[in-house]
Structures are given as C-alpha cells and as structure tokens.
Nanobody, 124 residues
Framework: VQLQASGGGLVQAGESLRLSCAAS????????MAWYRQAPGKEREEVAT????????YAYSVKGRFTVSKGNDRNTMVYLQMNSLKPEDTAVYLC??????????????????WGKGTLVTVSS
C-alpha cells in the first residue's frame, strides 16, 4: 500500500492551490482519509478529514477556505482545495489513509499509512 501527496508550491497570499493524495495497492479498501500539516517548529495539525461516506471535518483555522473532496468512487484519491491562502498556512502537508488490505492468505490487514509530504509556501 502506498500513498502519494502532490500539488504543493509557492504562492502569494490570497491565491489558491489544490493538493492531491493518491492511494495505491492491490486488494485495497480505503476508508477514512485525512490531511495534516506541520509547520517548522510546530506540532503536526489535523487540517481536514473525509470518511468513506463523504463526511468531512475541518480545523477551525481553515474552515470556509479549504475543501476536502474525493476524486473517485473507490475512495483512493482525495483532494484538498485551498483558497484564500495565508502566510500562516505555510507548512508541509501530509495525507494519511485508513485501509484494509487482503494479503495472499486472504487475511485482512488493517492499517494507517502516511504519504510523504508536499510543501506549501505562502508569501505575504
């Protein structure tokens, strides 16, 4: 099971970016997916989550500006649309996914995987 985040970059305050997170693997069922961010010298912060059924949650600091959505029916792609970006949104953004993978013995393996982060830099 692999998870890949992409879409980060350098933007000016007020601009937008869309991040993508793709899960891949055989015999894979993805349930909840989430975006986190970690700024230099700060703790990792949960930004947004989306359940398999599409229910979403947001951190107070991004509510109304960020939107998390699914990219396909298999729940293996999720987007984070970030609008009205602020310098304080500068961070490495990471995604994670809760999954069930059936191994060669047909046994379910439940886990959570993290993707490598993508850097978002917002200049003032």
């Amino acid at each position: 099971v692999q998870l890949q985040a992409s879409g980060g970059g350098l933007v000016q305050a007020g601009e937008s970016l869309r991040l993508s997170c793709a899960a891949s693997g055989s015999r894979l069922t993805v349930n909840n997916m989430a975006w986190y961010r970690q700024a230099p010298g700060k703790e990792r912060e949960e930004v947004a989550t989306i359940s398999r059924g599409g229910a979403t949650t947001y951190a107070y600091s991004v509510k109304g500006r960020f939107t998390v959505s699914k990219g396909n029916d298999r729940n293996t792609m999720v987007y984070l649309q970030m609008n009205s970006l602020k310098p304080e949104d500068t961070a490495v953004y990471l995604c994670n996914a809760d999954y069930i993978h059936y191994n060669d013995a047909d046994e379910p393996v439940v886990g959570r995987i993290w993707g490598k982060g993508t850097l978002v830099t917002v200049s003032s």
